[in-house]
């Protein structure tokens, strides 16, 4: 194999990693001792048919220095072992300013004057629509405590914000008292896009096997799913960041995506609307900035209930886009008056409610020997994995309501 020496060993180690936590999978879940879904035996990587990536570590060669360096050369380059430097699109200047030497760091064991605030702990190279990401997984301190949020009791003032998702509107916030503090119109990029991607894939149904016709439609297609899927997730964080950062504290409801993905005349935009990640983009982003985050209880009737009085109504069809309450008269926008009542619910009992994502994946804590890894040598273990980053991009947001 003559293409054996321009490969790094890691990439081989790191496959073998993976394939043991596949295994050791595997087999909790046919003994019973892990939850969740029933996990299948692990299959082999297809070459077109999988995911494209591999991952390195972050070791020291014999003169101490780190194997994978940001802005050597060029500041926006990055160079990976065996591979060597590599050209980047985007800017790395914050992230040469984290790995930078300062005045005092919390991540180094060295420590004190002269050490990095961040260090990277391993590299993710993956191919996506024809084009390659490299994701760098780095350890740094925590934020600034002038950029984290100082809660303090609800009585001084610091309020739930009740965060409520939809199809039409994609998120309303509002408080507890039912004022309305952020308003975002769904972006839609897969039904913007449909009839475009459905133009790409009968031209790929229609080439032949096997042809440069088939191959060039096959990367247009490539290309237009990664657009939508890009588009989706610069939204998502644009949304997510903006809420975190504004208030200190959130609640948002229980909802199982997948029960309701399972009409079919509604799967398509639930799916597009993509709830379980912005859930799980809120969790990991207010605990970063010092806030709160309350799941609800998956049965509230949160959208029947009225927020003035508490009268439940009985039905409510989802072409109704005002609540009006027959006991007090109240007349709201359904979206406004949820985003109240999931706010009042936190503040009353945000004490019991549980631990847990409203959707989403579980994020998969480090323990024993791979937090000592992490924490001691700078290198990756089998529990880790990278996270997607990319430019945010505009979200709309009104501040006005009406009651």
Known sequence: MPWRRGVSAQVFEEAAVDCGR??????????????????RFPKHKRKGRCRESFRIRNKRHKHGGCLIRVGEGHPRSVTLPTI?????????????????????????????????????????????GGRWYVSLNLQACDFHPARRHQLGPLEDGDRFIGVDRGLTVFAVAATAEGTEVGRFHALKP??????????????????????????????????????IANARRSFLHEVSSQLTK?????????????????????????????????????????????????VCDRWFPSTRTCSRCGRLKEQMKPTERVLCCDGCGLV????????????????????????????????????GKALAIALDDGETSPYERGTDASPPTGAEDTRGGWR
Request: aromatic share 4%; charged share 30%.
């Open 22 to 39: 596949a295994l050791a999978a595997f087999r909790d879940s046919r003994s019973g001792a892990r939850k969740g879904p029933r996990v």
């Open 84 to 128: 060597g430097q590599i050209r980047v699109h985007d800017d790395t200047r914050k992230l040469r300013r984290l790995l930078r030497p300062g005045k005092t760091s919390d991540v180094s064991t060295d420590g004190g004057i002269g050490a990095a605030r961040a260090r990277i702990l391993f590299a993710t190279v993956t191919r996506h």
């Open 190 to 227: 897969l039904n913007r896009q449909l009839s475009r991607l459905r133009r790409r894939s009968r031209n790929l149904s229609r080439a032949s096997r096997g042809s440069n016709n088939r191959i060039r439609a096959a990367r247009l297609l490539a290309l237009q799913h990664a657009h």
């Open 246 to 294: 504004t208030h200190g504290r959130l609640a948002i409801e229980d909802l199982a995506v997948l029960n309701l993905a399972a009409n079919r005349r509604l799967a398509r935009a639930i799916s597009d609307a993509a709830w379980a990640e912005f859930a799980r983009q809120l969790t990991y982003k207010a605990l970063w900035l010092g806030g709160e985050l309350v």
């Open 332 to 367: 709201i926008d359904r979206d406004r008056n949820a985003a109240a009542n999931l706010a009042a619910w936190a503040e009353r009992f945000h004490s019991q409610a549980p631990a847990r994502q409203a959707g989403g994946r579980e994020p998969m804590p480090l323990e």
